[in-house]
């Protein structure tokens, strides 16, 4: 049997041609970061032509080609309104997917998302403090979730750090503690709160974009620029981790550094992310595993992929998400966890929890 | 010529007992040293400092004359490839992809392999006979045709110093042999220089140059594997009685166990 198989292991060399696709090649990215951009964009224009005022995308365009004008309202409703968020839901997608991939990658675990770590609920804790004191949601609210975030982040990695190393087990367990004693106090403030101020707590914590200004997006931007940057320098690291640490130190990567850099650089731009748009669940867990199945796992084109991907993925959301039951609106949460959880349901069954690609 | 890599008084504990004790050791040029020793005798633990894996609290470590503890990570991994006991990658890859891996420390800063380092892959997954495997998924593969692949990165890694972690103890017979006929057949042609740990006394006697024998941490005797592996030796480490003749074509030393019980059959190691 075993020296049946390996006789045409001798004689069958793959096809040349066909082992070219076998690897990452710099065109393939470039191609693949265009198309997704180039869906980006056509997302991001529909997405613009819809809502409770009817201004159809043959407007927009006909408007931006110069054919047409475009009223006061119609100009204030597009650019005031849906354009920052649109851009603010599409950064916001890009932040937790990347932050997703790379969680997955550096703790090793399927199951990791971006807020696995306490970010979501330190951040919580700092929002929902600054909705009960009143505090506006342009600033306020945002810095004091951005400050919730960071702290929790810092005293889980605090916690984990043993001789100047995180260990990525205690990593998760501590991840895990402070998540139950944030949501105890976030618990308490709720149930202290009766009046509209709960409304806006509740949808906080679902995921909120209804507050997107254009300066939110000003100061979010250089961070996930900067920060996405140097993550992909380290793309080809993450791929030697995932096969263990120690193999990777061998290999030549210097695993504490980057664990330190990424943890870091990833919380940094998700507690700017959680501190604008609440907590958005799935996007971090369910885009990078789908671009996966689609492309494999090598991190210097799944990380530009599913950081493109959840700009798509959570616009189309937030965009359902405004006007499925308009005038009314839904916290996009709602609608990222109604799709997420089914389709990863579904991937669980039909791919097992191996994640290989067909 | 002055020897790839030499320890000398080595120390190392993770807590507060000694693993390793005052290691002296020198890996030649185109040489095979096999290391054996009981479970828990620190045998992975010795490749692992040689590697530079794990830190040292006394002695010296020398990599081609310079301390290891100067040398960066990428710098040793061109120098020093691993073959570890084994690997779990938590995502799939293809084997393509993991073979590659073994380029890492020689790409820079532009992060994507050449048509260079794809024709080094190529000879690796030639060598280890892992070609066909190249499309498929690192998870689909069997224990025996995964070490194989990963003989065939730390080959692509191109380093002088080879580290076998018990390369061979998911191999069936056949792939044994073949793994220790590549590793000489590497030294002879390459000169590569190769450490390999292994559980398969009798045969890594056949092919090692020298063998050490380990216990508790300590060097319980190294030499050419007629005088390492004696009767005495062995039952004395392994706390296990067996009978040592010469295996009758290569007149390499032959382990045979003894079991406690004398009607039952013997089984040779």
Sequence with gaps: ?358 | MDPDLILRDVYFRYDSQWCLEGIDFELKRGEIVGIIGPNGSGKSTLLKIMDGLLRIQKGEILLFNKPISRYRRGDIARHIAMVPQEETFRFSFLVSEVVLMGRFSHLGLFPFEGKADLEIANQSMSLTGTLNLATRSIHELSGGERQRVLIARALTQRAQIILLDEPTSFLDIRHKVETFELISYLTLTQGLSVIIVSHDISLAAQYCHRMLLLNNGVVYKIGEPAEVITADNISAVYQCPVLVDNNPISKTPRVTILSKRKDSKEETV
């Design chain 1, 1 to 358: 049997m075993n020296g049946m198989k390996d006789n045409k292991e001798q004689s069958i060399l793959p096809h040349p041609a066909k082992r070219e696709r076998q690897w990452i090649t710099p065109l393939k990215v470039v191609y693949t970061v265009l198309l997704l951009t180039v869906m980006l964009v056509i997302i991001a224009l529909i997405s613009l032509s819809l809502g409770p005022a009817k201004i159809s995308l043959k407007d927009i365009f006909t408007w931006l080609i110069g054919y047409n004008t475009i009223d006061q309202t119609a100009w204030m409703i597009l650019f005031k309104i849906r354009l920052p968020r649109i851009l603010l839901a599409g950064l916001v997608g890009f932040t937790l997917s990347l932050g997703g991939v790379v969680f997955q990658a550096l703790l090793r675990n399927p199951l990791a998302e971006p807020f696995i770590l306490g970010i979501s609920s330190g951040a919580a804790v700092g929002a929902i403090i600054g909705i009960f004191f009143g505090l506006g949601f342009t600033f306020g609210v945002p810095l004091l979730s951005f400050m919730g975030a960071l702290f929790t982040v810092l005293l889980v990695m605090g916690i984990s750090s043993r001789h100047g190393g995180l260990e990525s087990s205690t990593l998760l367990l501590t991840g895990v503690i402070i998540n139950a004693f944030f949501t105890a106090v976030i618990m308490f403030f709720i149930a202290t709160t009766s009046d509209s101020r709960l409304h806006s707590m509740l949808f906080w914590l679902y995921g909120d974009l209804s507050q997107s200004k254009y300066v939110q997006l000003s100061i979010g931007l250089p961070f996930i620029l900067i920060v996405s940057g140097i993550i992909y320098i380290f793309s080809r690291h993450f791929n030697l981790i995932v096969g263990g640490e120690e193999s990777a130190l061998q290999m030549g990567v210097e695993v504490e550094l980057l664990k330190w850099i990424s943890f870091l650089g990833i919380s940094l731009i998700i507690g700017i992310a959680v501190s604008f748009s609440g907590i958005i669940g799935f996007v971090g867990l369910i885009v990078p595993h789908l671009m996966r199945m689609i492309l494999g796992s090598d991190h210097r084109l799944l990380i530009p992929a599913s950081s493109l991907g959840g700009a798509i993925f959570l616009i189309a959301a937030d965009t359902l998400a405004r006007t499925i039951i308009s005038p009314s609106e839904l916290p996009v949460g709602v609608i990222t966890a109604f799709l997420g959880a089914p389709f990863f349901i579904y991937l669980l069954k039909s791919r097992g929890s191996q994640w290989t690609r067909t």
